[in-house]
């Protein structure tokens, strides 16, 4: 059972490119979380979505980020006209169930604004 | 602000010895879980502990939950090389309708071999 992907792992653009994001959960996992990480912090999270549907965007800016996660293929996260505040790493985790219990995290996309 | 704060925020020890590390948090849980991060790598989960559960145990971890003080510890047992890592207690949150997990700062373990 492969774990969660996350691809691609380190992507360079350029101020005002677009991002794009892919996270294939756990097989049988229909909940995904989005997460940011800059140097030496915490996780912070960003957006939960559950097959086709945002279930809490609350922690993601509300201009230029967008997330979805399709009825097939992978979940996406978007960041529009990026800016140089944008370099983070940007984490996906999966879950069987929400409810906040344990989450499988994928090894994250290092994302780099130049 | 956080809902987990981890202390120290950095620790270094000698291999063989025991590792503490404590967690804060604010208000009240359904559970409180710990984490592990390799250098560039995602998360790792470790261990789950309810809140109607005092201690826990898995493997030569293990962790300890007081509710009055709002407070956890992670103690892992005769370290190794491969414990270093930066740990991350994280709390649940409900928040408009959905639970989320809220981490803290972490703290970075180096253990020296």
């Known amino acids: 059972n492969a774990g969660v992907m996350q691809n691609p792992r380190h992507l360079v653009r350029r101020r005002g490119q677009e991002a794009r994001l892919r996270c294939s959960p756990m097989?049988?996992?229909?909940?995904v979380y989005w997460y940011r990480q800059l140097p030496e912090e915490g996780l912070k999270f960003m957006v939960y979505?559950?097959?086709?549907?945002?279930?809490?965007e609350s922690g993601m800016p509300k201009e230029r980020f967008s997330a979805e996660f399709p009825k097939e293929g992978p979940s996406i996260l978007r960041i529009q006209q990026v800016v140089r505040g944008d370099s983070a790493a940007y984490f996906c985790?999966?879950?069987?169930?929400?409810?906040?219990?344990?989450?499988?995290f994928g090894p994250g996309t290092r994302l780099t604004v130049t | 602000s956080q809902q987990g704060e981890e202390d120290p925020q950095a620790l270094s020890i000698q291999e063989g010895e025991n590792a503490t590390m404590n967690c804060s948090y604010k208000?009240?849980?359904?559970?409180l879980q710990w984490y592990r991060q390799n250098s560039g790598r995602g998360l790792v989960h470790l261990i789950l502990?309810?809140?109607?559960?005092r201690e826990k145990h898995s493997g030569r971890l293990r962790v300890t939950l007081d509710t009055s003080k709002k407070s956890s510890s992670l103690l892992i047992t005769a370290s190794r090389a491969a414990d270093t890592a930066s740990y991350f207690c994280?709390?649940?949150?409900?928040?408009?309708?959905?639970?989320?997990?809220?981490f803290g700062k972490g703290t970075k373990l180096t253990v020296n071999p």
């Open positions: 979505l559950q097959k086709e549907n945002i279930i809490d």
């Open positions: 994280a709390t649940v949150k409900t928040q408009g309708g959905s639970e989320k997990l809220v």
């Open positions: 985790a999966s879950a069987l169930t929400g409810g906040g219990y344990e989450q499988y």
């Open positions: 208000t009240s849980i359904n559970n």
């Open positions: 502990i309810r809140s109607n559960e």
């Open positions: 097989k049988g996992h229909s909940h």
